[in-house]
């Protein structure tokens, strides 16, 4: 029974993304702006985050009438999972985070460095500060999972 309620609380939430990224490309299609199409399937992958984490809480509360001595162990898979969650959150977000300063200043920083070659080393630097939040995202992911 735990395995089904595994495969299930991995299906589902890979089954509504992929639907919600082909109804969003649908609808582009069939002439709705690109940007409210985006706007959608955000706010339709958050519901699927939103609805994992009640089913893990849920699934983590079916466990609590369980023995006595099997709590401490049913208490620790929660923290563990919520860990793996923390980990998952800060490397995702930190990396879209990164991806955005990238986007907007290795542009700028071609610009600047087509008009006058000299500039180049202060633009990098700005690339590599946007990068580098990608990489602090990272570092944190990496301590929280060596704690666990």
Known sequence: ?????TALLFAIPVAAIAASFAMSKRSVKR?????????????????VGVLCCVLAFAVSAEGGDAAPEAAPAAANGFAAGMAYLAAALVT???GIGGGIAVAAGAPAAIGATSEDPKAFGKALI?????EGIALYGLLVSILILSKV
Do not use: D, Y
């Open 1 to 5: 029974m735990e395995n089904v309620i």
């Open 31 to 47: 002439g709705v702006s690109p940007k409210r199409a985006t706007l959608t399937q955000i706010l339709s992958v958050a519901a």
């Open 92 to 94: 995702g977000l930190s």
């Open 126 to 130: 700005f690339v590599a500060l946007g």
